[in-house]
């Protein structure tokens, strides 16, 4: 059973960065393609950000698009999200999530693992 650790998330400022990071274990990441999604507070979990396998191909929500950049390092088993000009609608749980099967990378359904969540908070 592949788990999912996230961590670097806290309270930033309008305009600035965090950068999430994601342990896994227990599985092959390497084979894993993997997602972060958020849920802010009485909404539903969307899509922010997703990278296949061999992270050659990145996918992201259009409200992130030129602000967040995801990343992986298969050596590390680590996936990231660099999350740059940070805005107060960026507040949210933030999750990893993953799946060995393919398929879409949009729908939460898709994806068998998820770590227990990251808090980001934005202030304006």
């Known amino acids: 059973q592949v788990q999912l650790v996230e961590s670097g998330g806290g309270l930033v400022q309008a305009g600035g960065s965090l950068r999430l990071s994601c342990a896994a274990s227990g599985g092959t990441f390497s084979s894993m393609r993997l997602g972060w999604f958020r849920q802010a507070p009485g909404k539903e979990r969307e899509f922010v950000a997703a990278?296949?396998?061999?992270?050659?191909?990145?996918y992201y929500a259009d409200s992130v698009k030129g602000r967040f950049t995801i990343s992986r390092d298969n050596a590390k088993n680590t996936v990231y999200l660099q999350m740059n000009n940070l805005k107060p609608e960026d507040t949210a749980a933030y999750y990893c999530a993953g799946k060995y099967v393919s398929g879409s990378y949009y729908y939460p359904s898709t994806y068998a693992s998820w770590g227990q969540g990251t808090q980001v908070t934005v202030s304006s």
């Open positions: 990278i296949n396998r061999s992270g050659g191909s990145t």
